[in-house]
DNA sequence: TATAATGTTAATATTTGGTTAATGCATTAT
DNA sequence: ATAATGCATTAACCAAATATTAACATTATA
């Protein structure tokens, strides 16, 4: 079976349900390492490397948003399911503020559960792959090569782009039209949300508004509060 | 019949078979597009939009993983389902590995394949909406975007919603027809409930019967002391 | 009709964002 | 070794968006 080797950190305050859930994976040839709080989890996250965490979000002391915030900030790309049993809307978008991956409400079939993962962790993979020969983005009139940090429009000599310019023009391409989330970029760019990054992101933004400003149609609209919104109006991104 | 509607692209180079399979299918009133290889079902799938693919696996110059692979690399939400007369381990995992969402071997039953087929499609689509609809809600005539925070009315230029705004309209939605408590908007909302905050509410209130005004078939009502309701009369909410 | 609750608009306060320039720091060139 | 360069952060100031508060009018209910 594939799923061997792939290893996930799982973690849970309800010790019964955790133990089910984790015999449920380890059946399906997952190793699954179980922690029982927040803290826990974060301490057992930096001691060794995982291919997927799958967080409750209700759990006294340290709640599964904040814990994903702390895993984000150590590491960008680890896939991440949060687990609750809320279903109020509000909560959806805290999570996709934090980088949820998917959103499961408990209690769930465990077949579900277990699509998932395995549709995450394969996307993951591929987009590691991909990652190698997918860096070439068009955007209106633009042309973006991530890999070079190239920003070329139509024949015109290419702009280079500093790492972060390049890693916050990339975020927004990949949201194209939808939101990126401020929270979202702080901490998968900067690695830390606070005032100063936050400013320096803005900074940022500028300068990327300098360099589309050729493009009419190429706009970085903001979201009070929330983030930014690429949008590219005669749209056909191709 | 739900089924009206589906399409389903059928690759199997046994023309008898799949002939009698395609019947089966369109007898269950799914729409089915049969292509007798590999090559010709890519063309087909690039030509158009399917809810499913279903692949032999055994086919001349194509095989089915790696026509997957390519559709795959079009499309990387489709479900596909391999058919197989093989029963290898390797071979299963090739599917999974080339993005299976299951694996029937021939002969099979039809209906079990039948019932695959309608849980997978389900699955995918309410994976979708889990995603997607959480931000959308349809009021009267109007649209709200809840993540963008765009109130839509008709085909005219989305209002811009402030965060309060977004919210308080949201909470009234999810009460449609039904009292939305004062109490529950400010402990949720204002995150403190005082005279204040009351105030500010009804400000808030205010605001968006203003918005909302275009439709008169949708109104805010108060109910004295306690809350407010917001009704659309000739409600087909949809 | 007295009281409390609500409707509404405007003034004010607060928060967030836009922008440019200055600063600091590390790397590279001379 | 020192200067030049590139980059990210911080500061400063202003503008825009949002939220609160005030003020006054209206309505519901006992």
């Known amino acids: 079976m594939e799923n061997v080797n ?66 984000r900030e150590k590491n960008s790309e680890v896939p991440i399911i949060f687990l609750t049993a809320k279903t109020m809307k509000e909560d959806v978008m805290k999570g996709y503020k934090a980088g949820a991956d998917d959103y499961l409400n408990k209690p769930f079939d465990s077949e579900v559960l277990l699509m998932k993962i395995k549709a995450i962790i394969q996307r993951k993979s591929s987009e590691v792959k991909t990652d190698q020969v997918q860096f070439e983005f ?62 320096s992101m803005d900074v940022y933004i500028a300068k990327l508004r300098k360099y589309l400003k050729p493009d009419e149609d190429v706009e970085i609209l903001n979201i009070h509060g929330e983030g930014f919104r690429l949008v590219v109006k005669s749209s056909t991104t191709a």
Chains 1, 2 share one sequence.
């Open 138 to 199: 068009n955007i209106g009139k633009f042309h973006l090569n991530s890999k070079l940090r190239f920003l070329t429009f139509q024949n015109e000599e290419p702009i280079k782009l500093s790492p972060k310019e390049n890693e916050l023009l990339k975020m927004l391409i990949l949201h194209e039209n939808d939101l990126m989330p401020r929270e979202l970029a702080l901490t998968k760019i900067w690695r830390d949300d606070n005032y100063f990054t936050s400013r």
């Open 6 to 71: 792939k290893k996930i950190l799982l973690v849970e305050d309800d010790l019964n349900f955790g133990a089910v859930l984790k015999d449920y994976l380890m059946l399906n040839d997952f190793e699954v390492v179980l922690a029982k709080n927040g803290m826990e989890g974060f301490e057992k996250f930096k001691k060794d490397n995982y291919d997927l965490c799958i967080l409750d979000v209700m759990m006294p002391y340290k709640d599964g948003y904040t814990l994903a915030k702390e895993i």
